[in-house]
């Protein structure tokens, strides 16, 4: 018989005593598994077992030579780090996930605050704010409920814009032009701060054309395409609707929504911006880095 100095001290802590050499195999079996066990299954067997504190897998198996059993070898992987490992992966995965809930939660009762007020209200410019802010704080709750919901750190961006536009489509009258939503391309993961910045800009570029790209519109068209680069990824909106003037839309409401815009894509996503507006339609198209390039 051999073993070696790992063994010994493994079967010292679980009171053994020494040497170990020279003894049956059987007899310092850690398992419960029995010599005609072994001896039936003709192959291996796989067992874990726990002794004087450490969580062990047994490979067991007899030693044959022309169907005929000489002796009995027995391999102990200490697998008791793995484990702690893996346990303390779990403590930080429900962790993170309780964080992201509450985080919903709370978005989501900021919405309700902010919708009872401007039930309460009757000035229209409060109603109008009010469903603005509503609209921004929907869209970074929809990261958080996702996040929640598959207790990942990782979000689908196809999946994200997805949900924007049902929240967008759940929040329209049916007075109100009626807008045809497409989502194409590749799919990206985002971690959580990139995804509630895109789902912003997403968001804001969305209820832009919605206010001015579709007057006297009975049916709009938004459109989102998704490019994964090597280094880089890019988000297009492209709407169409009747365009607008650069020089006119500087200096009005929208203007300062484009102008957060450009902000959040350049000191957020450290990406660029590109604005193209005409008859036919707006097209936005900014970037962001790649989650795999930011961590590095």
Same mark, same amino acid.
């Given at each position: ?73 027995? #391999? ?8 702690? %490992?893996?346990?303390?992966? $779990? !403590?930080? @995965? =429900? *962790? &993170? ?82 807008? #045809? ?8 993961? %985002?971690?959580?701060?990139? $995804? !509630?910045? @895109? =789902? *912003? &800009? ?95």
């Amino acid at each position: 018989m051999f073993a070696n100095t790992k063994a010994e001290e493994l079967y010292q802590e679980a009171g053994y005593s020494m040497p170990l050499v020279g003894r049956n195999v059987i007899d310092l079996q850690l398992t419960d598994a029995s010599r005609a066990e072994i001896l039936g299954q003709n192959g291996t067997i796989k067992k874990e077992v726990e002794i004087a504190g450490h969580i062990l897998e047994a490979t067991l198996s007899g030693i044959w030579e022309e169907e005929i059993c000489h002796g009995f070898a027995a #391999v102990y992987r200490d697998k008791t780090r793995v484990r702690q %490992l893996e346990d303390e992966v $779990a !403590s930080r @995965v =429900a *962790l &993170i996930h309780e964080v992201h809930h509450r985080v919903k939660n709370n978005l989501q009762t900021i919405i309700s605050l902010v919708g009872l007020e401007s039930a309460h209200s009757k000035d229209a410019r409060v109603k109008a704010f009010a469903r603005t802010i509503t609209a921004h704080v929907r869209s970074m709750n929809v990261t958080y409920e996702l996040l929640s919901r598959t207790g990942s750190d990782h979000v689908s961006l196809k999946f994200l814009l997805e949900k924007i536009c049902d929240n967008m489509q759940e929040n329209r009258s049916q007075e109100e032009c009626r807008i #045809v939503t497409q989502i194409a391309g590749d799919d990206v993961w %985002l971690m959580e701060t990139t $995804a !509630s910045t @895109v =789902a *912003l &800009i997403v968001n804001e570029l969305i209820q832009n054309s919605l206010k001015y790209a579709f007057p006297d519109r009975e049916e709009g068209k938004i459109q989102m395409q998704i490019e994964r680069g090597p280094r880089y990824s890019w988000v297009t909106v492209r709407d169409d609707g009747c365009g607008f003037d650069n020089k006119k839309v500087s200096t009005s409401s929208s203007g300062l929504g484009l102008r957060l815009i450009n902000s959040l894509v350049r000191s957020s996503l450290h990406g660029e911006i590109f604005t193209d507006s005409e008859h036919g339609g707006t097209r936005v198209r900014f970037s962001f880095r790649n989650q795999e390039e930011t961590s590095q």
